[in-house]
């Protein structure tokens, strides 16, 4: 861990998903004191698997981009090494999944990569990763880089399709996807500037439709988050509008199983039923 090597024995993160759990764990294997804070409207049950390391969880009342500004100066003030969003060793992290996929592809990579996108660090991580295979000579093109967002808080796709250059905070979220709900994603304006320099898309996608792409997704027996069947949704729009062909290859970035956020299932209308142990066969025929 670099906040080890660098002497800290503090860390932080302003995060109530993936990056809050992985903070939370390494911190306790390396013995370091980590502090985490969510926002207070966070459901309990992304909070349990933060807090089980050991970690001091702190809801705090706010808007996200205040709150990681806040944390920043606290972090200076405080000597504790904030691991946010566009963290550059963080950041420098995420070029893995880009090695990875070239290994797995014979260094043929997908014609594009379709990324989840909330406050945008990963996105230009994976991207960072294509351009220093390309600049090793192992691939020959970079795929095409698709940022993916909820029309509820799509503040770069926003910004994106305004054709501005500095992204524009997102006044009233509407989304009840928390891995998107980053109303001033901090790396918005780096995304935005790739996506036009290598010729992507930034893609919103309303919540029922990355909603019930999860559903299909968990029918091919992958049960993930909803922020990872975002992906399949912009797909499925692009190809609407024939900007993507079926015949193309294409890797969609899935971040997280679905038991990180399972009170998302209540908006899926799933079904059980009831019936007596003389009453099973009959019932399962009849459901047959």
């Keep these: 861990m670099r906040a080890k090597q660098l002497g800290f024995k503090k860390v932080g993160v302003v995060s109530s998903g993936n990056n809050a759990a992985s903070t939370s764990a390494f911190a306790a294997a390396f013995g370091m004191r980590a502090y985490i804070m969510v926002l ?80 945008g660090g990963h996105f230009t991580g994976i991207l960072r990763g294509f351009l220093d295979m390309q600049a090793c000579g192992l691939i020959d093109r970079i795929p095409t880089m698709v940022c993916v967002q909820t029309s509820g808080c799509a503040t770069i796709c926003n910004s994106f399709d305004k054709g501005l250059d500095k992204i524009e ?34 893609v919103q996608i309303s919540d ?20 990872s069947a975002a ?17 193309t290859r294409i890797a969609l970035v899935a971040t997280a199983t679905g038991l990180k956020y399972t009170a998302a299932l209540e908006w899926q209308g799933l079904t059980s039923h009831v019936t007596t142990l003389d009453n099973l066969g009959k019932l399962i025929k009849e459901l047959d």
């Design 231 to 247: 992906p399949l949704a912009a797909v499925e729009e692009l190809r609407k509008k024939n900007l993507i062909l079926d015949d």
């Design 40 to 119: 207070d409207e966070i459901p309990q049950e992304k909070l349990n698997p933060i807090a089980i390391y050991g970690s001091t969880l702190i809801k705090v009342k706010g808007r996200y981009d205040d709150i990681y500004d806040e944390s920043l100066k606290i972090g200076k003030e405080q000597s504790i090494y904030m691991i946010n969003s566009d963290e550059p060793f963080r950041v420098d992290g995420y070029r893995t999944l880009a090695f990875e996929l070239c290994e797995q592809t014979n260094f043929n990579p997908p014609d594009y990569v379709v990324v989840p996108t909330g406050s």
């Design 169 to 202: 905070r997102t006044m009233n979220s509407t989304t009840v996807l928390h891995e998107f709900e980053n109303p001033f994603p901090p790396s918005g304006e780096e995304v935005m500037s790739a996506v036009r320099k290598y010729g992507g898309f930034c």
């Design 208 to 227: 029922r439709h990355i909603l019930d792409c999860q559903k299909k997704v968990a029918n091919k027996g992958l049960f993930v988050q909803p922020a």
